[in-house]
C-alpha cells in the first residue's frame, strides 16, 4: 500500500499466483476518506480473489503509514485523513480469521532485495511518493520489528532545507521523494511536469530535468554514505516506482556517493534493486509466508 496506488498479490500453493493494483483517489484529511479507500481496497481484494477471500494461510501487508500495536494508524503526511484509522479491523474484516501481519514498506523491499540478492548486509533506498528505505545486517532487519522502522527518509541532509511532510526541514524525503523532484523541476521549467515529461526530458539530456533529478540523488546519496560510515553494509540498493523509471537514476546516485568518499573508505556499490518497483510487494509476500507459519 502506497501513498498513491496499491499493488496486490496472491500466491498459490500449486505455483500459480495473481497480481492487480489500483491507484487511491487523491488525498484528503477528512477521516471519511480513509473509510472510502479501506472499502475501495475490500473491493479490489474480492475481485482478486474472485469473491470474499478464504483459504490464505498468511496475508502481509507493505505500507508507509505508522501503526500503533492494535494497528490504528498513527501517522500518514501523504494521506492525513487515515490517521485514527483502525486498519487492522479493516484488514480482519476483509480476510476473516487469516493471519495478517503489518510492516513498513521500506523494511520489507530490504528484506525482498536482501533475499533476491543472496546478500546478508544492504541498505535499500525506496523512491516513490516518498522516501522510504530498509537495512538488512546479517540476515535481520534494523532497528528490528520491536524498535520500529527505517525511517531513512527523514534523515536531516539539508538544515536549512524544504520542509517535509512531517513538518522538519531537510529530510531527504522533502528533496528526492517523487513529488519533490517533479516541484523542483517544475520550477527550474516554469511550467508543470508530468513524470513522462520528466523521464523523457532526463533521457533526452535536458538540463533542467537532470539538474531537478541529481539533487534528489545527491541527498540519497548523503543519507547512504552516512549510514555506511556507521554500519557498513556491503551494498546499497536504489529502488522504488519513481527511482524505477527514471534512465540513469541508480548510475546518478553512485557518482554522487563517489563524490562524498574519504581516502581509505570508499562507499559500498550503488546497484539497482533486482525486484524493480515491486520490491515492497515481494517483501509483503515474504511476511505473508512468516505469518503461515505461525498460524
Known sequence: ????????RAEHADGTMREAGFRWPPATDRPAHAAADLDLLARQVRELCGGAPAGFAGVGVAMPATLDAAGVVTAWPNRPGWTGADLGGALRGIFGATRVACADDGDLAALAEAHAADRPDLLYLGVGTGVGGGIVLGGRLLPGPSRGSCEIGH?????????????????????????????????????????????????????????????????????????????????????????????????????????????????????????????????????????????
Open 1 to 8: 500500500m502506497g501513498g498513491t496506488k496499491v499493488a496486490l
Open 155 to 295: 534523515l536531516i541532509v539539508d538544515r536549512s532545507g524544504a520542509r517535509c511532510d512531517c513538518g522538519r526541514r531537510g529530510c531527504v524525503q522533502s528533496v528526492a521523494s517523487g513529488p519533490a523532484v517533479l516541484r523542483r523541476a517544475a520550477r527550474a521549467r516554469g511550467t508543470e511536469v508530468t513524470f513522462a515529461e520528466l523521464a523523457g526530458a532526463l533521457a533526452d539530456g535536458t538540463g533542467w530535468a537532470a539538474d531537478a533529478v541529481r539533487e534528489a540523488c545527491a541527498a540519497l546519496a548523503a543519507a547512504a554514505v552516512g549510514v555506511s560510515e556507521l554500519l557498513r553494509p556491503a551494498l546499497v540498493v536504489v529502488g522504488g516506482g519513481f527511482a524505477d523509471g527514471l534512465p540513469g537514476f541508480t548510475a546518478m546516485v553512485a557518482e554522487e556517493a563517489a563524490r562524498l568518499a574519504r581516502p581509505g573508505h570508499p562507499p559500498p556499490p550503488v546497484e539497482p534493486a533486482r525486484l524493480g518497483g515491486s520490491s515492497s510487494l515481494h517483501g509483503a509476500v515474504l511476511l505473508a509466508k512468516e505469518a503461515s507459519q505461525q498460524n
